[in-house]
């Protein structure tokens, strides 16, 4: 069964604590100064109350220092955090690289009481001289869904402020991103704080040790699923998850940037603490030499799910070419993605590529019209379709238009930059605040690849599987590979009980079962670790050699991809 929890023992040594009592009864009593640092998406009001609360009974003097009281004027955070280039585009910013001192004009003075405990907190907080340093963490799901929801100060360096969500994706994010990484050597506890009534803390060198052994086994992130205007219901009705929206449109099975993993004993002892740590921490086990010596620390495969099932179309997009990618976002590496199709109703479609008599001009002045007029128009009349065929990859490299057509299920193999789907048309359709979605078609037409078009879509980005290797019961095929595209997406075909044999050579796996119950991994150290059918599982580059063995009775289908 598809596990919406799945969750990792902390290691021997770490120390894992559950509410208010208990967590503040790791800070010592003094005379003391205690860091806590981490995004605005944190109550820090809330936080503090608490932890002076708990501390003020134990008959520890607590005094207080929020950081937010600090900041440079709004005009100036914005002046230093925007890029000049990004300010007259209502769509995207390019990333930001500051860091977080840049928020201040003067960092507030610190003085060690002379009994007790000083708490600083707040986003910047480790930027002051401390004793001890605490993370205390709301997963980024938290913040998109506050944002949303017009709560204010979600900002970062912009407390009390209208929250705008292109800061918070383009801006907050790799500040925060980075700041927090360069901190996670020595954190002395992580506070999961998602529960505002019971927080879960576990001491930082426990969680580096806990990372450490992850690195290398096998380890499948928490899953979510998000709402958007065209998603369908397939996750709902076969995975039981129930977002609290409309439909379970955008699954999030291993999306790095944004995953967590969850390490307890149970769900009332569970703290979230997030997948790119691990990457921070253990590169070279996690990701491989190579692939470290070329993405650094990031991550750059990601997997999820696009469910159209009793949904919508998606918008017909394209992403932006590699030279674009970093000079006007930002991102050192682009966005080429694969549609896997696990599931398909009769006479669903998939968008992909350019009609041979496409004519860019005529695109674009129809998609002018459809903007600024409402005037629809018909996204075949310029883009090939394709019948959705389950178990068939369909390769999508940067620039070139495609979409899902409603009825699918598409497993989205792709790299992990995620931010920029540059729209040419999407049905005239309504977001969630009843306007029209942002439609940034001159981004689009700026990437659109004229070239991919006609019979050499289906020639070279519609393959057939070839076999790369087999074994009695099983085979495994390259199903879909480009010499423009950093990875390979690659299937195991297994008879049911078949058992194969595979070795990371250096190089991270990530698995999907996209057919059939499942399987058993089992590596080499013998870690071992079931995967159950619609689950993703990342295999460090460090797991090495490992076994799969097909569970029930019927065919299992595992998708792979690696760096190539």
Known sequence: ???????YAPAPQAVLRTGWRAVAAALPDGPVVVAVEGPPSVDWEELGDRLGRELTVRGTPVARLDVRGHYAPPHEVRDRTEHPASRDDPYYSKLATNPLDDLFDHLPPVTRPREGLLLVHGPGAALLPHDVLWYADTPKRYAEAAVAAGTRGINLGLPGEESD?????YIDWPMLDRHRDALAPRIDGWLDVQDPDRPTWIDGDGLRATYAALARRPVRTRPYFNSTPWGGHWARRALGFDPGGRNTA?????????????????????????FQLLCVLEP????????????????PIRFDYLDTVGGGNLSVHCHPKEPYMRERFGWPYTQHETYYLTLTTPGSLVYLGLREDADPDTFRKEVHRAVTEAVPMDPEDHVLTFPAEQGRLYLIPAGTPHSSGAGNLVLEISATPYLYSLRFYDW???????????????????NLDTDRRGDAVARTLVQEPRTLREGTGWREEVIGALDEMF??????????????????????????VAQGEGVTLETEAGHIHDLHGAETLTVPAAAGRYTLRAKGDAPVLVVKALVR
């Open 165 to 169: 969500p292109r800061r918070l994706f």
């Open 428 to 446: 005239l359709r309504p977001g969630t605040d009843g306007n029209p979605r942002p439609l940034p078609y001159e981004h689009g037409f700026a």
């Open 284 to 299: 070279h086990s996690v990701l491989g030499p190579e692939v470290h010596a070329r993405y650094g620390t990031s991550f």
């Open 487 to 512: 990875y390979e997406v690659r299937r195991f075909v297994l008879d049911p009980g078949a058992r194969a044999d595979d070795h990371t050579r250096g190089r991270f796996h990530v698995l999907n």
């Open 1 to 7: 069964m598809y596990r919406l929890d799945p969750r």
């Open 250 to 274: 955008l699954g999030y099975e291993l999306i790095a940037p944004e995953a967590g993993i969850l390490i307890g004993t149970g769900p009332d002892a569970q703290a979230e603490v997030p």
